[in-house]
């Protein structure tokens, strides 16, 4: 990460399992200022600047790789541009690295006009180096701030925004620095920034309640640009998508592996970004899902259907483990953490098959089900590649691979948590049918039969069903268990265990 981004320190404040994504920060900045919303305590000027800045530097990555200058222009970029462009008086550059600046940044870091800079240079008061496109000028000669970020450790809650803000703004630059990302379109990032700017205002009218008199001058400036910002990217904004951009799960180091790091030039590399995303997508919508009062059977059902397809496709990145001269101790944990997997395998086939003739009438969301596609696509062609990853770079490869899945795993089994509460909770409300046809016979259940209706479920017609939803969240527990056993290091022989004090 360069010094164009804030820092990794707020990246890594909000680590998920699988990976930070764009639409998480973006949730949690929405869910922040709820928290904001409903707090009393004063805000200092520090702590608005905090956001104010995180703000403005924001804006600046979203707009920074859109094409308004000479040449082709993006339309669809300029209003976004032109925000950025106007922003009152930034407190401080977005680029701490930038060490010259042309008289219009000049002028605009400092609050005064290009006339008053060039009447400074040609004075002599103000250094300066001319060039065949103008002046330059050095920042020490501007006497600019330096506006610190929000601190991590500081529970207001305007602070975490302004962190969240600092976070997204370190995920954004990371995905567009990286070329084997694709390219942020304009239409979500023109969502994204009025999704921003939308939060900026909400925060920034409850903020100025909270603030001395003397300091709500410029965040009263702000919330009228952003305002004014809000309703002009509006129209670029409808029916666009959140963009996604992600910061991948923290990497794990192995005694005897390389480091995850080393990019590979194997057919697996490519899958690394695929996989990561359709992770956080599906684990993001089958947490929703989980969520809903009444969740689709068909969702229950397919989580287990894609916990087996996971399971397999870290079987097979364990066997190409195991085809590449492992250690001793290496492969025994494998085949271990194989083992775990196929039980833990067919006990989720079970729990899946026991939900097959239920039904609570609804429908999966639009996105769940694209999530679960997108998923079942990569996870397919990570059992394809695997066998080929068995080269030194296309082995670290396969270790990112793992870390994911396996970072999913634990996703996986809290999901499965939710289905045996889910199983009880529908029978008692009487809100999981079936068809009568397909339970036992019973007195008040033979005209529905004879129509062939859906009737409410009993206990003793599914027996099996909380038993089963139980048993695949052990098994989904212990294979998770192994997979971490067999990934954590080994204590060195050399170093004897020293014994601290008796307590």
């Known amino acids: 990460m360069t010094a164009?981004?804030?820092?990794?320190?707020?990246?890594?404040?909000?680590?998920?399992?699988?990976?930070?994504?764009?639409?998480?920060?973006?949730?949690?900045?929405?869910?922040v200022t709820e928290e904001l919303k409903r707090c009393t305590d004063p805000v200092s000027l520090n702590q608005w600047e905090a956001l104010d800045q995180a703000l403005y530097r924001l804006l600046v990555e979203l707009a920074g790789a859109r094409?308004?200058?000479?040449?082709?222009?993006?339309?669809?970029?300029?209003?976004?541009?032109?925000?950025v462009k106007r922003y009152p008086t930034p407190l401080a550059p977005a680029t701490?690295?930038?060490?010259?600046?042309?008289?219009?940044?000049?002028?605009?870091?400092?609050?005064?006009?290009?006339?008053?800079?060039?009447a400074r240079i040609l004075r002599g008061a103000l250094p300066a180096r001319r060039t065949s496109d103008g002046w330059l000028i050095p920042r020490q000669s501007l006497d600019l701030r330096d506006v610190p970020p929000g601190d991590a450790g500081d529970p207001h809650p305007l602070v975490k925004l302004a962190v969240t803000f600092g976070a997204l703004t370190d995920v954004l630059h990371g995905h567009q620095e990286d070329p084997d990302k694709p390219f942020l379109t304009t239409g979500a990032v023109n969502r994204l920034a009025h999704e921003l700017l939308d939060v900026s205002v909400a925060a920034t009218r409850h903020a100025i309640g909270l603030m001395a008199l003397r300091d709500i001058e410029r965040p009263l400036a702000i919330a009228r640009h952003a305002e004014s910002a809000v309703e002009r990217l509006a129209p670029h904004a409808v029916g666009q998508s959140v963009p996604y951009a992600a910061v991948p799960p923290p990497a794990r180091n192995h005694p005897g592996r390389p480091r995850p790091e080393a990019r590979g030039?194997?057919?697996?590399?490519?899958?690394?970004?695929?996989?990561?995303?359709?992770?956080?997508?599906?684990?993001?919508?089958?947490?929703?899902?989980?969520?809903?009062?009444?969740?689709?059977?068909?969702?229950?059902?397919?989580?287990?259907?894609?916990?087996?397809?996971?399971?397999?496709?870290?079987?097979?990145?364990?066997?190409?483990?195991a085809a590449d001269r492992l250690s001793l101790r290496d492969a025994s944990g494998a085949a271990v953490a194989r083992e775990e997997l196929r039980e833990a395998a067919q006990a989720l086939q079970r729990s899946g098959t026991s939900w097959s003739t239920t039904t609570t009438g609804m429908r999966p969301r639009r996105d769940y089900i694209d999530a679960a596609q997108r998923l079942h696509d990569v996870l397919e062609d990570v059992i394809q590649v695997a066998p080929r990853l068995d080269r030194a770079l296309a082995s670290a490869t396969r270790h990112r691979l793992l870390d994911s899945l396996t970072a999913t795993s634990h996703d996986l089994t809290a999901l499965l948590h939710e289905n045996a509460p889910a199983a009880r909770r529908l029978i008692d409300a009487g809100a999981l049918l079936a068809p009568a046809r397909a339970l036992q016979s019973a007195d008040d259940r033979l005209h529905a039969k004879a129509?062939?209706?859906f009737v409410p479920v009993r206990y003793s017609d599914q027996p099996g069903l909380l038993?089963?939803?139980?048993?695949?969240?052990?098994?989904?527990?212990?294979?998770?268990?192994?997979?971490l056993e067999w990934q954590a290091p080994s204590p060195s022989p050399n170093h004897a265990r020293v014994a601290g004090p008796e307590l």
């Open 451 to 453: 129509k062939g209706r």
């Open 265 to 321: 030039t194997s057919a697996g590399a490519e899958v690394v970004g695929r996989l990561d995303h359709a992770l956080a997508d599906w684990v993001r919508a089958s947490k929703a899902e989980a969520a809903a009062v009444v969740p689709s059977t068909d969702v229950i059902r397919n989580i287990t259907s894609q916990g087996i397809h996971l399971y397999a496709a870290i079987d097979a990145l364990l066997a190409a483990e």
């Open 4 to 31: 164009r981004a804030t820092g990794r320190r707020s990246a890594q404040a909000y680590a998920y399992p699988t990976a930070t994504t764009v639409a998480d920060l973006l949730a949690r900045a929405q869910h």
């Open 67 to 83: 094409s308004v200058g000479p040449g082709p222009v993006d339309r669809a970029a300029v209003p976004l541009y032109d925000i």
């Open 96 to 118: 701490p690295i930038v060490t010259e600046f042309t008289a219009c940044e000049a002028a605009r870091f400092t609050g005064t006009s290009r006339r008053t800079i060039g």
């Open 467 to 483: 038993e089963a939803a139980v048993v695949a969240e052990t098994a989904a527990k212990r294979a998770a268990r192994a997979l």
